[in-house]
């Protein structure tokens, strides 16, 4: 069965640094892989996705993620964050069998002015 | 606004009672997916909808249950409550059943005394 590895629980950043937030996953023959951003008392909303094709994707609020296969991550980046990326992140995966999001643990964005 | 809509967006009751939430999906979209976001837990798949029939269950309770209408809305009925089941309940919607986007809705905060 799939499942998905967020590493770090929280990460803290000073504004305006570059910030990864890691993502890892059990291997399959395909998946497709998921962004997520919960603003504090909202509901999550998509940042970004990998269906097929280019590896590195681009999503919302200049985040981006690259695809590697090989590491099977999908690791979320963005140079320089901003007091109002303060939220949680959930990488999600899913296979080709079985199209249900399976849900990392999310990692708390903790933006330091 | 993710057109997804959830009532009521707090509700507070005792242990042993039974609630419902109801949540209307994205207008178009016939998938409607069920989520508890709780701090010990993380975000767990409850359970999936399509068209009025049930696709796929995750981690629910056999106290809780859910349907969708004809008219696409659906509803989860959670039953002899415990203190446990407090949580957020979130509903998101997608397209069909293959791998989409969810479109979450703002959440039911359930809190059982």
């Known amino acids: 069965a799939q499942s998905v590895t967020q590493l770090d629980s929280q990460v803290p950043v000073f504004e305006e640094a570059p910030v990864e937030l890691r993502c890892n996953y059990s291997?399959?023959?395909?998946?497709?892989l998921f962004w997520y951003v919960q603003y504090p008392n909202q509901g999550l909303q998509l940042l970004l996705k990998y269906l097929s094709g280019s590896t590195l994707v681009k999503g919302i609020n200049g985040f981006e993620a690259e695809f590697n296969k090989s590491q099977t991550s999908f690791h979320l980046r963005k140079p320089s964050v901003h007091i109002s990326d303060t939220a949680e992140y959930f990488c999600a995966v899913s296979g080709d069998s079985n199209y249900q999001l399976i849900w990392g643990a999310g990692t708390k964005l903790i933006i330091k002015p | 606004d993710s057109g997804v809509t959830q009532t009521p967006k707090h509700l507070i009751t005792a242990t042993g009672q039974r609630v419902t939430l109801r949540c209307s999906p994205r207008?178009?979209?016939?998938?409607v997916y069920w989520y508890q976001q709780s701090l010990d837990q993380g975000l767990q798949f409850l359970i999936q909808?399509?068209?009025?029939?049930?696709?796929a269950k995750g981690n629910i309770l056999e106290r809780f249950s859910a349907q969708q209408f004809p008219d696409l809305h659906s509803e989860l009925n959670l039953s002899s409550l415990e203190l446990g089941d407090s949580a957020l309940y979130f509903c998101a919607s997608s397209p069909g059943v293959s791998i989409n986007e969810q479109f979450f809705g703002p959440g039911t905060r359930l809190t059982v005394l």
């Open positions: 291997s399959s023959v395909s998946v497709y």
């Open positions: 207008s178009g979209d016939l998938s």
């Open positions: 909808y399509y068209n009025g029939e049930e696709r």
